[in-house]
């Protein structure tokens, strides 16, 4: 425990030679005894008539969380207060815009490297000083501003009494870290919510505005910011006078619920039913949570807290909390490079797209969203056309969705200018080439525009396939040209691969990387190579599942198998998707990029799809057959005549394979890929490389991405893996350092 110095007293902030002043005039002395505690996160100091304030105000950060030395000091708040016989009743406040905002997630390494057994006794341990808090022998009330989310919620659950900003949100959003909550959280919220809502929250993970938490009973009052503290103090002044049954709101908390074991089955089992239907595939911490839950329903709190303790050590040795929790600190990443970024980069506030259609219309559309102006030019009025009406649809999508007043859509449309000439271009910071993929054209329409753009401007081209160094060969400022590749559909899709070439500068990369986060994307930094990250890295899955089908697989039941493993669509399905004439076109350029491990399929099926002309949902045939329902949506059905075609390319007839064969060979190959990618410096680390899997193509998140899949399975396994199946190809074949890091245990990730 230790004293604070003037700068923590009150609402002073400054120290500094007041501090010396005071020091010397004896006063400092006299206010570090007027404080209870002081510690890096939490202070507690005397409101007078025996109340006193617990105040969370994490040292030197802009938010509060809990992380072990946030809690090691609320255990010693509560002694003090405990201890303290003067104390009345207790006031709990943060001094961030927030209340707290959860655990603190860069700990969970550490965590999760203990045993189930191990993660069960540290949470009930935790646990038993939170219920010390909420076993205080007076009343409490916390002041809830901002977020409390997770931790943040669970702590205020302690008191009996809550008065929330109406400004505020409370939940816990666990669940979308493959968790749920484990600090009391699904026994408290239970109690005092109902068994009904409780589950709703611990299983959406969605948050709650103020007057659906008073509704549901989880906070006692609202209030406006600005009265917040003055309703909290007032509310506790009451409890304290016994005109508020606080004991009976805390025993409330420490009995079983008042329903039949039976009934608590039936309603979790109702939402259990739900949850499978539209609930994420390998992601069970809801299941977990629910099921739990009705078992706790009928337990004192001493009781549910050990089911609590007990199934969230369970939840956290699983493979999507393991996933999903390295994916938001993968964000963490990011947002850190994103900040370096900005400092060497120029901020873009006007920009310009070259090529119109529906790929540059979602460009300017997305640029215009989120508050860049664009210019729209095309040398085709029908193009421009159909630039304007994809923004249009898109405007009125967000105007349906309550997202935007028709006025401000009717703004953003009219920031978006359709031009047939370059009138303007003089004055934008960054133009955006998405023209058709040739590289002559590109070559001299980005000839062209570098005469129009003033010095400095970043050019920047959306290519999918075609190698940045190629394109800027005639250019002039070729130290100004990036790639930027958007992935389809735009408005939708939330990677860009930002592409250096070679002369590239570092600050025209920093300013593409600065525009495509202000147009709301996640940009990764890729070197220029055949194929850049993702299309390069999913390129040999594709052939993977060539081979697979000229060796006698069923399609159909290659793509059930890999959709069931997590991923949105299987192979067949998405090349139909994607088209099969441009997923030919593009895999073809990748692979040549590495002739020495992309070989050609012989009996290619998605080639013998496009020989007869069945490009996919473009025109109806594909692997499978293609009708527009009602709303416009194309709907899928098989296709006997694909699998005649299909069978043409089996000459030993069709074959049975395992689901675990078929997974193997479909994800071996992209993860080997995948390392040779990291290896070869194409992305700096392991999280730019997953995060751009999950982003680019929908790679199934409880997996984590390429090299966190390969964390799971371990790299020993990995590599044997590959020596089982090196007979297929090179491009099953491990690299030298993947053999490395199998033969030292060595892992792509900390977590």
């Known amino acids: 425990m230790r004293a604070t110095s003037i700068r923590r007293f009150g609402r002073c902030r400054s120290a500094g030679p007041l501090s010396k002043l005071f020091s010397r005039a004896g006063v400092l002395p006299a206010i570090r005894r ?58 709990v406040t943060s001094a961030k815009d927030v209340f707290i905002v959860g655990a603190d997630i860069t700990e969970f390494g550490a965590t999760f490297r203990k045993t189930e057994a191990e993660l069960a006794s540290g949470v009930r341990a935790s646990n038993e000083l939170f219920s010390a808090f909420e076993d205080l022998k007076v009343p409490s009330v916390v002041a809830i501003n901002g977020f409390a989310l997770g931790g943040g919620l669970e702590l ?114 109702t939402a259990r039913t739900a949850l499978l239907a539209r609930g994420p595939r390998h992601q069970p911490a809801a299941a977990i949570a629910l099921e739990m839950m009705a078992q706790a329903a009928s337990r004192d709190r001493s009781g549910a807290l050990d089911l609590e303790a007990a199934a969230f ?41 070259l090529g119109a259609g529906i790929m540059g219309g979602g460009i300017a559309y997305t640029s215009a969203l989120h508050g860049t102006p664009a210019r729209m030019k095309d040398i085709a009025r029908p193009q421009l056309d159909l630039g304007i009406a994809e923004a249009s649809k898109q405007l009125a999508k967000q105007v349906k969705n309550g997202r935007l007043a028709q006025e401000r859509a009717d703004a953003l449309l009219a920031s978006i200018r359709p031009q047939l000439d370059e009138a303007g271009f003089d004055e934008v910071d960054c133009v955006i080439e998405a023209v058709v993929e040739n590289v002559e054209v590109k070559r001299k329409v980005l000839s062209a525009l570098e005469g129009v753009v003033k010095p400095g401007t970043v050019i920047a081209s959306n290519t999918s396939s075609l190698r940045i160094d190629d394109i800027a060969q005639p250019l002039t400022r070729p130290e100004d040209f990036v790639g930027m590749h958007f992935f389809n559909p735009v408005p939708v899709m939330q990677l860009v691969e930002v592409i250096q070439g070679t002369r590239t500068r570092a600050s025209a990369v920093s300013t593409a990387v600065g525009y495509a986060v202000a147009m709301g994307k996640t940009p990764i930094v890729v070197k220029d190579c055949p194929g850049f990250l993702v299309n390069r890295i999913l390129t040999p899955y594709i052939a993977a599942f060539a081979q697979l089908v000229a060796d006698g697989a069923d399609f159909e039941k290659v793509d059930r198998v890999m959709e069931s493993f997590g991923w949105p669509m299987g192979p067949a399905y998405l090349q139909d998707v994607v088209g099969m004439d441009v997923g030919v076109h593009v895999g073809a350029v990748i692979s040549a990029g590495y002739p020495q491990r992309m070989r050609t399929v012989a009996q290619d099926a998605v080639k013998l799809m496009v020989a007869n002309k069945r490009y996919g949902q473009k025109n109806g045939a594909g692997f499978y057959r293609y009708e527009t329902d009602p709303t416009g949506r194309p709907r899928k059905f098989s296709a006997p005549e694909a699998h005649a075609l299909v069978a043409t390319l089996q000459p030993d007839g069709p074959r049975d394979f395992s689901d675990s064969d078929i997974v193997e060979r479909m994800m071996l190959p992209l993860i080997v890929e995948a390392a040779h990618a990291l290896e070869e410096g194409v992305v700096a680390t392991p999280a730019e490389l997953d995060m751009a899997l999950l982003l680019g193509v929908g790679f199934p998140a409880y997996a984590g991405g390429a090299l966190k899949y390969a964390d799971w399975l371990g790299m020993d396994r990995v590599v044997a893996l590959s020596e089982r199946h090196a007979a297929l190809g090179p491009m099953y074949v491990a690299t030298s350092r993947m053999r490395e890091m199998a033969a030292s245990g060595a892992r792509y990730h900390t977590l």
């Open 156 to 269: 205020a659950l302690l008191a009996p009494l809550r008065v929330m900003s109406d400004t505020a949100q409370v939940g816990v959003p666990e669940v979308k870290l493959g968790l749920f909550p484990g600090f009391g959280g699904t026994v408290r919220l239970s109690r005092l919510a109902g068994l009904a809502t409780a589950v709703d929250w611990v299983a959406s993970g969605k948050p709650a505005k103020a007057v659906a938490a008073l509704a549901a009973g989880v906070v006692d009052e609202i209030a406006s910011p600005d009265t917040l503290r003055e309703k909290a103090l007032d509310l506790l002044q009451r409890a304290v006078r016994g005109e508020v049954d606080w004991q009976a709101a805390q025993q409330r908390k420490r009995v079983p619920l008042a329903m039949s074991a039976q009934e608590a089955e039936d309603l979790v089992e």
């Open 313 to 353: 050590g369970r939840v956290a040795k699983t493979q999507a909390a393991s996933s999903l929790v390295q994916a938001f600190l993968n964000e963490q990443a990011l947002k850190k490079l994103y900040k370096a970024h900005a400092r060497e980069g120029r901020k873009v506030t006007q920009a310009a797209v």
């Open 34 to 91: 007027y404080l209870l505690f002081q510690g890096e996160s939490i202070g507690v100091l005397p409101l007078g008539e025996g109340l006193v304030e617990l105040r969370f105000d994490r040292r030197g950060e802009a938010i509060n969380k809990l992380d072990v030395r946030t809690i090691d000091e609320f255990r010693q708040a509560t002694l003090l207060i405990a201890a303290s016989s003067g104390v009345r009743g207790v006031l």
